[in-house]
């Protein structure tokens, strides 16, 4: 299956919500680098993945959250994953201890309630939605 991504964005437009589906591999993680940076191009302050329509998801997809959590950190960015609890890429994510350098959410409201809590000024309460 081929891999797709949707982006939207918090009420505000402070948070970019890309929702990632299909495969995550070494053919479609540049195609999903390229739709991040276009998203983040256009300005926000915090990213919300999600992952939850992901149906596999190899080691480039790791590297590629790696990749993202660093270029983030440097523009002071925030990050955040929507990871079902009980999927395979839960698993993957746990193998690799990912959970213990960006924040894993089961869903992109309980994403976007984290970012609005998180004490940022320029996260604003309305993400919540």
Same mark, same amino acid.
């Given at each position: 299956?081929? $891999?797709?991504?949707? +982006? /939207? ?5 402070? &948070?970019? +919500?890309? $929702?990632? %589906? %299909? ?7 540049? *195609? =999903? @680098? ?9 300005? %926000?302050?915090?990213?919300? =993945?999600?992952?939850? *329509?992901?149906?596999?998801?190899? $080691? /480039? ?6 990749? &993202? @959590? *660093?270029?983030? @950190? ?5 990050? *955040? ?13 746990? +193998? ?5 350098? =960006?924040? +894993?959410?089961? /869903? ?9 809590? $998180? %004490? ?10």
């Amino acid at each position: 299956m081929r $891999s797709g991504v949707e +982006i /939207t964005r918090s009420p505000g437009g402070e &948070v970019v +919500i890309a $929702s990632v %589906g %299909g495969d995550v591999d070494m053919v479609q993680v540049p *195609r =999903i @680098q390229a739709a991040l940076a276009g998203a983040l191009a256009e300005g %926000g302050v915090a990213l919300v =993945i999600d992952l939850s *329509r992901v149906r596999y998801f190899d $080691s /480039t997809g790791v590297r590629l959250l790696f990749f &993202v @959590q *660093r270029k983030l @950190q440097c523009g002071r960015y925030q990050l *955040r994953l929507v990871v079902p609890e009980d999927g395979l890429v839960r698993h993957v994510l746990a +193998i690799v201890n990912l959970d213990r350098h =960006i924040r +894993i959410h089961p /869903t992109v409201a309980a994403a976007l309630a984290d970012l609005a809590d $998180s %004490g940022r000024p320029d996260v604003l309460e309305d993400s919540r939605a």
